[in-house]
C-alpha cells in the first residue's frame, strides 16, 4: 500500500486499485495521538506509582517513548484509514 514510509503507493500492485485519490489528511495523526494518551498516561501514572524515577530521567524516558511509539503506530494506522475509506467508498474509491 505504500511506496515509502507515509507515501501511498500510486496503485495496488496486487489488484491495480487506484490509490490516489484516498483523502486520509490529518486523521491518521489525530488517531494516534488519541492512542498514545491512552497508552501512555496510565503507564506514567503506574510507573511513578511503583518506582521513584528521577524527573531528569523521566524527561528523557516519555518523550523518547513518544516519539517510538507514535513512529511505529502512523503508517499502520493510516493505512487503515485508507483501507476504511476503500470499504465504504468514500473519498476518491467512488
Keep these: 500500500m505504500f511506496a515509502r514510509f507515509l507515501k501511498t503507493a500510486s496503485a495496488c500492485p496486487h489488484c491495480g486499485q487506484s490509490l490516489d485519490g484516498h483523502q ?14 491512552h497508552i501512555l498516561l496510565p503507564l506514567m501514572i503506574e510507573v511513578n506509582a ?21 513512529a511505529a503506530l502512523i503508517q499502520p494506522v493510516k493505512g487503515g484509514v485508507i483501507a476504511f475509506q476503500w470499504s ?5 474509491f467512488r
Design 24 to 37: 486520509a489528511d490529518d486523521f491518521p495523526a489525530y488517531i494516534v495521538i488519541l492512542l498514545l494518551g
Design 88 to 92: 465504504r467508498r468514500m473519498a476518491g
Design 50 to 70: 511503583a518506582f521513584a524515577i528521577p524527573m531528569g530521567w523521566q524527561a528523557v524516558i516519555w518523550p523518547t517513548l513518544a516519539i517510538l511509539l507514535a
